[in-house]
Structure formats: C-alpha cells, structure tokens
C-alpha cells in the first residue's frame, strides 16, 4: 500500500476500487507482526464521493502522518494496530476503541 497511496491526494486519485484490490492482497498474503492501520469511513474519493477507507502498512507514510493527527479525534477515524487470526479475520488493538465504539452502538454509519 505505500507504493500506491503515498499521500491523501494519491489515494483519493486512484480510487476506492485499487484500495479494496490492494487489501485482498495484503490479506490473502497474511503477515505474522502486528501492522499499523487506520480506518476512515468517510474518506473522500473525490469523484466517487465519501467511501470508506482502510490503510494497513508496516508503516504509515509522512504525508498521511498530517492526516491522521487532522482526523484522530473523529467519530468516524480509527487508527491502531492489526493482525489477521486463523480465520483470516482482523484483529485490531487501537486507543480511541471504546469513543469509537460507542459511535456506532448509536446507529451512526
């Protein structure tokens, strides 16, 4: 993922549609350490509108480091660390978890 959304502008240029290709990748491959991710379920696609967003690297890149701190403080961010289990399911360990949670327990989406 770091070499196609190096920054917001790129990610928001190619498109929800690399960013789900690029996710079964990462998954389907597996990864044995935990990563850094960050979820924005109202990232903007720009032309595509408000999608969701997943971001999972050893590392978050610079240029989104900016955006993380913009965002870390809403409702609708989450940024942490995962790992996939046996199952393939992600497991993720983050520190806004409980704010974030109870969010979404109101029907917020």
């Known amino acids: 993922m770091l070499q196609k959304f190096k920054s917001p502008e790129m990610a928001k240029a190619k498109g929800q549609a690399l960013n789900i290709k690029l996710l079964k990748g990462i998954l389907s491959e597996g990864f044995e350490e935990p990563r850094k991710f960050f979820y924005d379920t109202t990232f903007d696609?720009?032309?595509?509108?408000?999608?969701?967003?997943?971001?999972?690297?050893?590392?978050?890149?610079?240029?989104w480091k900016k955006y993380v701190k913009q965002k870390k403080l809403d409702n609708t961010f989450v940024a942490g660390k995962c790992i996939p289990d046996e199952e393939g399911n992600l497991k993720i360990s983050c520190r806004d978890w409980k704010r974030w949670q109870a969010y979404y327990a109101q029907g917020n989406q």
């Open 45 to 63: 696609f720009g032309a595509e509108g408000k999608q969701p967003f997943l971001f999972i690297g050893e590392k978050v890149p610079t240029p």
